[in-house]
């Protein structure tokens, strides 16, 4: 099967003060392949980045202004509502693409879901957290979502304020019987930065109680709290 070779992807992530991170970013996805899109969701941040980025003024990057910390879900969400193209790239601004992007690219076929291989910088070895076979957890941490599983599986669970929501939208897509690949070979490095989420416990025990309901086929699409809220 041939595939399209002018594919885009929509790379999303939110950002907080973290203007001195932009550059590394920008140079990294936008300015590494004119093929993508960095759409960047920003909560508020007071550090000059609204400047920076508008100062930039690069044809291939998106600041939405949120002006206010949201959560993970909302700022994907958002970011996908605005995103140009059919693939969607999830994403962090503390991250690097050790490959070349012009290889995840080559990945691209029939799969509807793209996971990542990643690590903390100066690690040996990679995740790539993938327990289906064994009825466990399929969590993308960094890949890549075609357009039409959100449409059909729902957006990012708004019911979350930040850990967990990623891991339920890959474990949603994927017990939704949409195609998923995983790309050992393409690498993401996390650098060393101070991580500003934090963990809710209520967002763990929301997690973990629905694995097994989602394995069993009692997958919940409710459009009222997965949609996009502005």
């Known amino acids: 099967m041939r595939f399209m070779s002018n594919q885009q992807i929509s790379i999303i992530t939110g950002t907080l003060n973290r203007c001195y991170l932009l550059s590394q970013l920008i140079s990294n996805t936008v300015d590494n392949n004119e093929r993508l899109e960095l759409i960047l969701v920003d909560g508020g941040s007071i550090d000059g980045t609204i400047e920076f980025i508008r100062n930039l003024n690069h044809r291939r990057i998106k600041l939405i202004e949120y002006s206010q910390r949201s959560s993970y879900p909302h700022f994907m969400n958002l970011g996908i509502k605005n995103a140009t193209h059919d693939l969607i790239c999830q994403w962090n601004d503390d991250v690097i693409m050790e490959n070349n992007w012009q290889e995840v690219f080559n990945e691209i076929d029939d799969s509807d879901i793209y996971l990542f291989a990643w690590h903390n910088q100066g690690e040996?070895?990679?995740?790539?957290?993938?327990?289906?076979?064994?009825?466990?957890?399929?969590?993308?941490?960094?890949?890549?979502?075609?357009?039409?599983?959100?449409?059909?599986?729902?957006?990012?669970?708004?019911s979350y304020k930040y850990y967990c929501a990623d891991g339920e939208m890959s474990l949603r897509a994927y017990?939704?019987?949409?195609?998923?690949?995983?790309?050992h070979n393409i690498h993401v490095v996390v650098l060393p930065e101070e991580k500003r989420a934090i963990c809710h416990k209520p967002d763990m025990e929301l997690y973990y109680s629905i694995i097994q309901k989602y394995h069993s086929g009692n997958i919940d699409r409710n459009v009222e709290y997965l949609q996009c809220k502005n």
């Open 124 to 158: 040996s070895g990679w995740h790539l957290h993938n327990q289906s076979d064994i009825g466990g957890e399929v969590v993308m941490n960094y890949g890549i979502y075609k357009r039409h599983v959100f449409e059909q599986a729902g957006l990012y669970n708004m």
């Open 175 to 183: 017990c939704s019987n949409f195609k998923l690949k995983n790309l």
